[in-house]
């Protein structure tokens, strides 16, 4: 075990890498990243190395991390048990769990945090059978590599069955789908949520846990568009949030920054699903809570106490998702924060977002949404 972290190494090197870094870089440690992407945004800060580079990578390197979920979980693994490192926060296992959607649903449940009743379905007839059971609608989803909302399908019908399996059951063989590794689907009983929200929370070294504030987000075209922090009146669900996470932290020995996402319906939260990293609905904690995720995330990867997630200011966060507005008319709006992600404009991709920081953000909001279309 290094006793000094100078430098952390980070899998993957997106834009999550990127604002990662620039915490660590103000608390005095470099970066670098594994990334096979060309001119991946953290490139910007700190060395890039493909995944044929992992010696390099690691000799770089005094301790890890990570900032995307689809890292192969052996190469996690192997970083987490080197003994001349520092260790892997979060460890593998929190990310093997949250690779799955079945094995996410099993903890939640064996947690006795509620879910969506879920089947596993792994052939037409098993799929037949979970529209049976669970009725419908339902959503099918792949259980592995989904973001965005992708590698799902609403099954509104009897006759959208066969659509169904036909466009996501290749997932099952490893054949087609998000990722070459065989898994079966899962089918889950459709929610009728009022409002989605989001709950993050950090971990130390020591077992110390913090909480954000629960914040609502919106979603187009199944891409996370906006995110209000706080949520509105929902002062009366925190308690079951923070229990929620706080039981998956502990129980799985977390270290670092872990998203959950939840619906908010009648009987009250029914948790959706983990993600073992910082998350895009906490990118207003930058400027508007006095200690971001990414700086606790850093804090915590590196053993120093956490610090404050309350919110200083009121905050609306906006994706820049596939093309950029323009910036003067944007910066003209008073409270406007903008984070350009140096990536290149494609149709339904996040290149940037921004975070409006005030007590009444309604019509700043509104001026940018309309920049934004
Ligand atoms: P993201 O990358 O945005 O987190 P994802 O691809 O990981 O998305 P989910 O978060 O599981 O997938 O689902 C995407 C969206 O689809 C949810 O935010 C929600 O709006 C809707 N959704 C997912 N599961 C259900 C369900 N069981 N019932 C109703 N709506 C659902
Ligand atoms: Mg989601």
Not at 14 to 24: F, H, I, S, T, Y
Not at 73 to 80: E, F, I, P
Not at 155 to 183: C, F, M, R, Y
Not at 260 to 289: K, M, Q, Y
């Amino acid at each position: 075990m290094t006793s000094t972290i100078k430098t952390i190494g980070i899998l993957g090197g997106g834009q999550l890498g990127m604002m990662l870094a620039q915490a660590a870089l103000q608390l005095g440690y470099r970066c670098v990243f594994l990334e096979d992407a060309d001119n991946a945004p953290a490139s910007l800060y700190g060395q890039v190395f493909k995944s044929h580079e992992l010696d390099k990578f690691i000799a770089a390197s005094d301790v890890f991390t990570l900032e995307f979920e689809n890292t192969p979980v052996d190469t996690a693994r192997k970083l987490g048990e080197l003994d001349n490192k520092g260790g892997l926060f979060p460890p593998a296992d929190a990310l093997q769990i949250a690779q799955d959607r079945l094995a996410e649903k099993a903890l939640f449940n064996q947690l006795n945090i509620n879910t969506v009743p879920y089947l596993s379905v792994s052939s037409l007839d098993e799929l037949r059978n979970a529209c049976q059971q669970l009725g419908l609608p339902l959503v099918l989803k792949t259980s592995r590599g989904g973001y965005d909302g992708k590698g799902q399908f609403v099954i509104k019908t009897a006759n959208d069955i066969q659509t169904a399996w036909h466009e996501l059951g290749d997932a099952v063989t490893g054949q087609g789908g998000l990722t070459s590794t065989p898994a079966p689907l899962i089918a889950e009983g459709f929610i009728n949520f009022s409002r989605e929200v989001s709950i993050i929370a950090v971990r130390a070294k020591n077992g110390d846990i913090r909480y954000y504030p629960l914040v609502e987000n919106h979603h187009k075209n199944g891409i996370l568009a906006k995110t209000i922090a706080p949520a509105d009146n929902i002062a009366y669900l925190t308690e079951q949030a923070q229990s929620n996470i706080g039981k998956i932290l502990t129980h799985l020995d977390y270290v670092g920054v872990l998203t959950l996402e939840l619906f908010v319906t009648e009987s009250g939260l029914i948790a959706n699903e983990i993600a073992p990293r910082v998350h895009n609905s906490g990118h207003w904690s930058i400027e508007g809570a006095y200690c971001s995720q990414f700086e606790n995330h850093i804090r915590a990867v590196t053993g120093l106490p956490l610090g404050d997630t309350q919110i200083a200011k009121p905050s609306v966060m906006l994706n820049v998702i596939g093309k950029y507005p323009d910036i003067n008319q944007l910066l003209s709006i008073d409270g406007v924060h903008f984070h350009h992600y140096h990536k290149s404009e494609r149709t339904g991709r996040k290149i940037g977002h921004i975070t409006i920081t005030a007590d009444e953000p309604n019509a700043a909001v509104a001026a940018i949404e309309q920049l934004l279309d």
